[in-house]
């Protein structure tokens, strides 16, 4: 039920910035040929020459075409021209701010420029249409990431009250993210507020057993705490998982935005408690 | 009648294919200058060193996920912080340097595209020392991993964004 819910939010937030049909444009106006040229761009291989240069097609026959600036610059940021893939994102921002800066507040981040970060999903959540949006791939809703935006930039308590404000509104709680209780506990250990980290990290492994990265923070609150057994136990716990879950040569467990985690930070902190 | 009809019937084909052709005319006339797909890279004789070969410049792997380091990113880092540590020039520059560049089969890095930019992405002036310290950076690092089996003897674009406040390296991203 969960994972459906999921499926189908994601889905319908993707699809909110997603091309549109062309049928909307007049028959023969620019618009809808370049409608067509952005249709055929995305049937060829993302970042493949053909694609480009249908975009750029569809750009010169619709410079108002927000659509196809930012599917054009999607291919140059996952291949790291960063200014390539800017210069079209804020073009597209500039044209339709409500389909496009939550793309770019993910790249900001992406690169550790959180007050940018900041400042876009602000500005989303300000205006009066702003609607449900999730980060590429569904993982975390927008609203939790503005938290973990606040959280970089050291605004400890704003990025527990955005995480905290985003889960109340869900009305359920089969609508609560897989990472959330985990974001939202390390946001309270983070505060100091140990009690309300233990109880959100508990309510994490609930959702996602096997999540390495929260048995280490619940170790750094149990050993607050005063539990050392406990947090012995939870960072031998995060061990296990690391070594019994492929990591890909990442290095770090879970989700890359949730304050990564790496087994090494791991048995540094378990040689701390056990002296 | 009938003749009338099948005139008809050539003169809407040749409009028809008129359009088609006009249609087709605005996309022919902006052909730009793009490689076969976006990250590949090709040589240029007055920047790369043509020592650097590829095993095959028309399949070189473009996924963000097909190329790691043994020990993980965080690994990367610790190594690149070292080199750029012993270089210690006094460096005050704040910003991003970004390299994009190719690790071919024998996984050496080469064809290095390197720009400086700020903290919106856009293009910022940075001295030639530190975007060549980067640079001797990540070419010392020699422990790349190409995590899908089927690509172990093809060619990876990579890209390593470094940055750097008032000189120092704050963390890499990628």
């Known amino acids: ?275 | 009648m009938r003749k009338y009809f099948l005139g008809y019937i050539l003169i809407v084909f040749l409009f028809l294919n008129g359009c088609y052709f006009e249609k087709n005319d605005t996309h022919k006339k902006l052909i730009n200058n793009y490689p076969a797909y976006l990250g590949d890279i090709p040589y240029n004789s007055a920047l790369d060193d043509k020592d650097f070969q590829l095993c095959d410049s028309l399949d070189i792997i473009k996924s963000r996920s097909a190329v790691s380091y043994i020990g993980g990113y965080p690994k990367i880092e610790e190594d690149c912080r070292r080199v750029l540590e012993k270089a210690s020039n006094n460096h005050t520059y704040s910003g991003y340097v970004l390299a994009r560049f190719i690790i071919n089969c024998k996984k050496e890095s080469g064809r290095f595209r390197i720009q400086s930019l700020d903290s919106a992405f856009m293009l910022q002036p940075c001295s030639d020392a530190l975007i060549s310290e980067v640079k001797t950076t990540i070419e010392s690092l020699n422990n790349w991993v190409f995590t899908h089996s089927q690509n172990q003897e093809k060619d990876h674009s990579k890209y390593l964004n470094f940055l750097f406040k008032n000189g120092q390296l704050e963390t890499i991203s990628h």
């Open chain 1, 1 to 275: 039920m969960k994972l459906f819910l999921h499926l189908i939010l994601t889905v319908t937030s993707l699809n909110l910035i997603a091309q549109g049909n062309c049928l909307i444009y007049p028959e023969n106006s620019d618009e809808r040929k370049a409608c067509e040229y952005g249709y055929k761009a995305i049937q060829y291989k993302q970042g493949s020459r053909e694609s480009l240069q249908l975009f750029d097609t569809a750009i010169v026959l619709n410079p108002n075409y927000a659509w196809a600036y930012y599917e054009k610059s999607v291919a140059y940021f996952k291949r790291g021209y960063l200014n390539e893939g800017m210069n079209l994102l804020n073009k597209a921002v500039e044209l339709d701010p409500l389909s496009h800066l939550t793309y770019r507040a993910y790249w900001y981040f992406n690169h550790n420029s959180y007050e940018l970060c900041k400042a876009d999903l602000e500005r989303f959540y300000s205006m009066p249409n702003a609607y449900q949006k999730y980060t590429p791939g569904g993982g975390i809703d927008m609203r939790v990431f503005l938290g973990l935006a606040y959280s970089e930039l050291g605004m400890k308590q704003e990025a527990i009250n955005a995480v905290e404000k985003a889960l109340r509104s869900y009305p359920s709680d089969d609508f609560i993210g897989v990472f959330d209780f985990h974001i939202l506990g390390v946001l309270y250990l983070k505060n100091e507020q140990h009690i309300l980290a233990e109880r959100n990290l508990l309510k994490s492994i609930d959702k996602v057993e096997n999540f390495a990265s929260t048995y280490y923070y619940l170790g750094l609150t149990a050993d607050k705490l005063g539990k050392r057994d406990e947090a012995v136990s939870y960072f031998n716990k995060a061990i296990n998982l690391f070594e019994s879950i492929s990591l890909d040569y990442s290095g770090y467990s879970g989700y890359p935005f949730c304050f990564p985690v790496s087994k090494e930070m791991v048995n540094d902190q378990l040689t701390k408690v056990s002296l």
